[in-house]
Each structure stands twice: as C-alpha cells, then as structure tokens.
C-alpha cells in the first residue's frame, strides 16, 4: 500500500527523490528568485511570479548573481554543471526534466528548456505549500515525464444544437477556464483537446447562422415550479476569451487542440441547412435509417466550402491544433448522384474512410504548416482489423497527420499494438480511454471503478478509470507520443484528470490502489482524502435502463436488475449510496477550497441520484414481487407502484433543479433527451396502467433517450465481456512493438 506519511506526497508522484542534508525555510515575507540571465524570459517569468501569488507569496527577481544568495535560482541551458546534464539526458524526456535542490541556503532548479525549469517550479511550490513549520527538507530531485504530450479532452460545447445546449465546463467563462488552465499546469498536463461539437462557439461572420447564439433550451424554475424557455448565448460570444485563453495557456506550455467533427455535428450547418445532409434513398429511409449523424454531403461544393472555411477560422482563432473525429457508426453513405458516382463502388465505412482521406488533404492546403492535424478514425467494428486494410488505410494518410485514437485493451492488447506497428509510435498521441466520455450516456455519472458490481458483472463495463489508467501504461511503455485522458465533465469528475496528469508523468509509480489513495489525498488532503476514497471506492453507478426489463439494454452494461437477485443488490446499492451521501454532508460541512467543494458538491448530487434510482429499482421489484404472490392485493401493488415512481425523478425531480440544460430537445426533428429516467417511468406505467388502470397511463410521447449516441453499439454486447476480460499486456510490458518507431 501506499506510505501513509504525514506528508501528502507531490503529486504526480516524482521519479526520484533524495534527501540530502538541513532543511530551507520559508522567507518570511518576500520570495528572492533568480533566473539565469542566458535565457531570462519576461512571460516566464511572469508565470512563475503568478504561480508564487497563486500560493499567497510575493516574489521578486533579482539579477543573476553567484555571489549573493536567492531563495530560488533557476538555472537553464549553459548554466547547467555536468552533473546536472548527465542525469537530465538520462531522463525520458529531458527536455521537460528537471533537477531540483532544496538545501538550507535555497533551491536550485536546473533544466535544459524554459518549460522543464516552470515544471520544477510546480514540484517545488507543492512542497512549500505542504511544508511544516515553514521547512522543506533538503533534497534532491530528478524528475521529468514518461510520455512527451499529456493531453486532457474537455468539453467547450458537445453536441450543441443537436442533442444538447450545454452543461458543467461547457458554461464556462474566460476567467474560468483559466483557473482550469492553472489546474493543468499545476499537474504537468500540457495539451488540452478541446472539444466543439454541435453549434460553434466563437463568432463566424462568413456564416452567422452555424454559431452558438439564442438557440432556445427548456430550464426548471424552481421559484415558479414550471419549465422556461430561454434563450442560450454561448460564453465565448457574449465576451470572447478563446484567443486571450490560448495564449494562456501556452505560456504555461500547453497547446490548445481543437477537437471537431471530420464531418459530423460541424457547427450548426447540418441543422439550418437540412438540404446540405448526406442525403437518404427510399429504401434505406424505409429499412428505418435516419441521418441521425448529421454528417453532410461533402460532394455539393457548398459543404466543402463550409468545411474549409470552419478550418480556416478555428486556426485564426490561434489553436494550435486540429483534431477530426470520423463519426464510427456510418452505416449507409450519401445516395446522392454524386456521391454514388465517386464513392458507390465502396462499402460505407470504407467510402467513409476516403472521403475523410479527401477532407484531410483538402485541410493541409489550407492550414499553416505547424498546426498539428489529427484524427480519430477506422473505430468501427470489425474491431481486430486485417493487416492489409490497416496498412492501406495508413498509406492513404497523409504523413502529416497524427492519430488520437488507437485501440483500447481489445485483443489483450495486441490490435493496439498492431496499430503502434502500422502507423509507429511517433504518431500516436491517444488511445480509446473514454471513461469520462463515456458518463455522457449514464446522465453525467462517472463511472470510475469495476470494483462496485459483484463479481459476477464486472466483466460486462469496461469503460472505466482503471481501464484507462491500463491503456496509459500500455502507451508509455510502447513509446507512443502521448497519451488523451477524456474529461469531458468537470465537476466530481477530478479523478479521470488526475489519472491523466499521473500515468503520462510517472506510469508506474503507483498501481492502481495507491493511485486512488494518493489522488484522493492530493485532492483532499489527509483526512477528507480518505472520506473521499472510501466514497469513490462504494458508491454505485447505476445506468437507469438497468432498473426496467423493458427498455433495450446499454450495450456497456447489459445485465438488468429485475428479479430477487437484482432487487438485493440493488438494496446494496442504496445502502452505499447513503452512506455516501452522509459523508459527503460531513466533508461539505468543512472548510473547503472551491475545487474541493465542487467536487463534494457534485459527488453528493450523484450519490443523491443513486439513491433515487435504487430505490425507484426496489419499488419496482416489490410491485412485481406483489402482483405475482398475491395479484388480489391491488393496494400494496398501488403502493409500490407510487414508490417506484415517486422515487425515480418523475419529471426529472433532481436533475432539473441542479443542472441548466436537462429537458430533451427538439431541434433535430427528433426529441433526444440527457436523461434515460423518462423512458423508465413510462415503462413502468404501461405496466401499472395494464394492472391497475388508467390513472397510471404513460404519456403520450415520452422523451427520447440518447440513442444515436450509444444504443446503436450492439457489437458492444458481443465485444463487451471480452474487452472487459481482456489482459492489458501492454501495460505489464509483456507485449511491445516489432520496431522503433
Ligand atoms: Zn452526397
């Protein structure tokens, strides 16, 4: 187990660590910092004085100087002794490595770039911040990361327009995305994938009509008790902070991607041109396919057109990067003329693939040459690819182009190593590590561990922290580029980023058991850290559509817990759920930082929402547990029949007065809803109103779940189990690439 020491260790955990002799204390007011004059740089320098602010000291530089004393001197390139390059060049990558020497006089920072040296600053600012009786110990680290681009995916707007308006980061404001910035730099994560999907959110004066403006979402007004329709403006358009927060962020050494659509959700386009989508035949109309993608035809030159310029400006706007995602469920391709002419001959995935290749080329002409591209595609099943058609598809790419997405631990492995073979590890910057993603199809729960199912279910959910955590480890140890931990959800969600910020740094310094402890006390702190680990350790992650026989099973969690067996379970559940929600009072009762109370806020809404499905869960099952043992009893039916709805949010009861954008839409033509819990309660009323009678009659129209999103996955529930019990060989270092990449 981890060493449970007094001290909370750094975060993420250090490569090597020393002691040495004495201990510093801390100035009693102003900090002295020296930065040696070969490669002073005033915005570094200001990075580093805000860092110091940030912690509640003042700091100011002096002129380099050997003779006079600092209480930090950071020291880079030529300054560096030999001893201090020697165990630089030794480092994975030493050009974001330093060396720190905390001794009685001062510390020394030595690193051979600007960005390693603010990396040591970081470490040392932990330790100052945790320092008893003002001392840090002397001690000398040597410390740098394993994998060169630690990329973190969060979301600016997802599915905007389509499925969604926004909810969490998604709301964000320019000062606070900077706050978010601060937390990546303080955890040594430097890229953000930032993802735009749906309506854009920056202005687009070439066409006005695709931007994130006035678009109207229902919200509960908990004073008058009725839903409202508003009108939703984008942050980012009321006061624009993208291009300021850009280069934010990349003073602090961290790149800003732009995560897109290749061709699906690309702003608002598909929806205020409907004439412009991939179009349908009669026969695939009439088999019941429906453009529910909303991926265009890219034969019709205005498309292209849109396309391109959507590129065009993104660059403009100062990202660093484009990365495109090639939507995975295609199963028809456009049944235009032309289209037909130019891709019929090829099966849909595969006519897919080509246009993407055409898109891709078409975008290198017309972005500066170092901009980063990159793109997430062939993730349709078959899920182990041929060889051959892997090879073809990687000479089609062209050489510029970067991959964010490579297989998970599917295979044991070896397809994500097939794939590290194909394309080599200088171009791998992703695996598929969705399990923040993946929260977006169970209502913004985060599932982060296995370990709350009984054993017998484990083997069927594997989009998870610890299953990320594994892809992580695979990636550092076959050398890839980087790693893209999902963040799609801020709050309560801290330790998918966490998991990012530590496996790309140091992936394997502790295992799975001391990662959660370490980062539960990191976020914390000693005492709290340790609530908070036992709550994420028990609390359930129930997907609604497990509570109703009925409805078609979530491909990632199948299993259903109707019956006496489920009912049981479900009983634990509702046990850990309270507990969990007791303690969180406990730990919101506390003095706690504004990212700590978040957390604990959100953890206890979702503690709070497994309470209420579990029990929704357990009524249902009594009610069916009456009608069968004694179907005279209508009144105990009745009163189960109550309970089960009363407790399963009828009319979204918790979610609408905690989140901005819960209703289901309607903009698409197709009424899609955040929430499952809807469709639930209908079940269960057709099922009460048959038994019972007309007043427990279901409405009408129910909302409808979000089904273009993750019911389609049906080869999830042949691949599921076996993904689920496949051994990440990767990650013990049992199976590694052919070649050097
Ligand atoms: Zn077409």
Redesign the pocket.
């Known amino acids: 187990m981890f060493p449970l020491t007094d001290q909370t260790p750094v975060f993420p955990a250090l490569k090597y660590s020393s002691p040495d002799e004495g201990s510093f204390r801390l100035p009693s007011s102003e900090w002295k910092l020296m930065l040696s004059t070969a490669t002073a740089n005033l915005s570094m320098q200001q990075v580093i004085t805000q860092e110091f602010k940030a912690h509640g000291w003042n700091a100011a530089w002096t002129d380099y100087d050997n003779e006079n004393a600092a209480d930090l001197r950071i020291v880079t390139a030529e300054g560096l002794s030999l001893e201090e390059n020697e165990k630089l060049s030794r480092l994975a990558v030493p050009g974001q490595s330093y060396v720190l020497t905390v001794r009685e006089e001062g510390a020394r920072i030595a690193a051979l770039t600007e960005i390693g040296a603010l990396y040591g600053v970081v470490t040392f600012l932990q330790l100052a911040a945790k320092a008893a009786n003002g001392l840090v110990a002397g001690q000398v680290i040597v410390d740098g990361p394993d994998v060169e681009k630690r990329v973190i995916s969060p979301t600016l707007t997802w599915y905007a327009g389509y499925a969604r308006a926004g909810f969490g980061m998604q709301l964000w404001n320019g000062e606070r995305w900077k706050e978010f910035i601060d937390w990546c730099l303080r955890h040594k994560v430097n890229a953000l994938n930032v993802v735009m999907y749906g309506f854009w959110p920056f202005e687009f004066p070439e066409y006005p009509e695709t931007v994130l403006k006035q678009l109207p979402v229902q919200t509960w007004n908990e004073e008058t008790g009725q839903w409202m329709e508003v009108s939703f403006t984008h942050p980012n358009l009321l006061e624009p902070f993208l291009s300021d927060l850009i280069r934010y962020a990349n003073e602090r050494g961290i790149d800003i991607y732009a995560y897109i659509g290749l061709n699906s959700y690309s702003g608002g386009y598909a929806v205020r041109h409907p004439e412009m989508r991939?179009?349908l035949s009669e026969e695939l109309k009439q088999a019941g396919h429906v453009n529910n993608y909303d991926s265009l035809?890219t034969?019709?030159p205005e498309v292209r057109n849109y396309l391109i310029a959507s590129v065009k400006r993104i660059e403009e706007l100062g990202f660093n990067g484009l990365v495109f995602e090639e939507s995975e469920e295609v199963q028809w391709f456009?049944q235009?003329e032309?289209?037909q002419r130019a891709y019929g001959h090829l099966p849909p995935n595969e006519a897919k693939h080509q246009v993407s290749v055409d898109l891709l080329k078409e975008y290198i002409k017309v972005l500066n040459p170092d901009t980063l591209i990159g793109v997430r595609w062939l993730r349709e099943p078959p899920i182990v690819k041929e060889v051959s058609r892997l090879t073809y598809w990687a000479e089609q790419l062209p050489e510029r182009v970067q991959l964010f997405w490579t297989p998970g631990l599917e295979d044991d492995d070896r397809e994500f190593i097939k794939w590290v073979n194909i394309f080599g590890r200088e171009r791998i910057y992703s695996r598929n590590c969705e399990g923040s993603g993946f929260a977006a199809s169970l209502g913004r729960i985060p599932y982060l561990l296995p370990d709350t199912f009984p054993e017998e279910l484990r083997n069927y959910a594997f989009q998870h922290l610890r299953n990320d955590i594994a892809q992580f480890q695979g990636a550092a140890n076959a050398g890839c580029k980087g790693i893209n931990g999902y963040g799609f959800e801020w709050y309560g969600h801290e330790l998918y980023f966490a998991a990012t910020a530590q496996y790309g740094w140091n992936s394997h310094a502790l295992d799975q058991e001391e990662f959660l402890t370490a980062a539960s006390r990191h976020m914390f702190g000693k005492e709290l850290g340790s609530v908070y680990e036992r709550i994420i350790r028990t609390l359930p992650c129930i997907h609604e559509t497990q509570i109703c026989a009925e409805l078609p099973s979530f491909p990632f969690m199948p299993n259903k817990y109707i019956g006496q067996e489920g009912r049981l379970y479900l009983e634990r559940c509702l046990y850990y759920a309270e507990e969990a929600a007791a303690l969180l009072e406990y730990m919101l009762s506390r003095d706690l930082t504004k990212f700590q109370r978040e957390c604990a806020q959100a953890t206890f809404l979702m503690a709070s929402r497994m309470q209420a499905v579990s029990q929704a869960g357990i009524a249902y099952n009594q009610y069916l547990e009456v009608r069968e043992t004694n179907p005279q009893d209508r009144a105990t039916a009745a009163h189960f029949a109550d309970l089960a709805l009363a407790a399963a949010e009828e009319d979204y009861r918790i979610i609408k007065i905690n989140y901005f954008d819960s209703k289901e839409h309607q903009w698409t033509g197709v009424a899609i809803g955040e929430y499952y819990i809807p469709m639930v309660i209908n079940e269960y009323r057709k099922r009460f109103a048959s038994d019972l009678g007309e007043e427990y009659a279901p409405r009408k129209e129910p909302a409808y779940i979000v089904g273009g999103e993750s019911l389609p996955w049906e080869w999830l529930l042949e691949w599921g189990p076996k993904i689920a019990a496949a051994k990440p060989l990767a990650a013990l270092g049992q199976l590694l690439p052919d070649r050097e990449g």
């Open positions: 991939a179009v035809c034969s019709k456009c235009c032309d289209c």
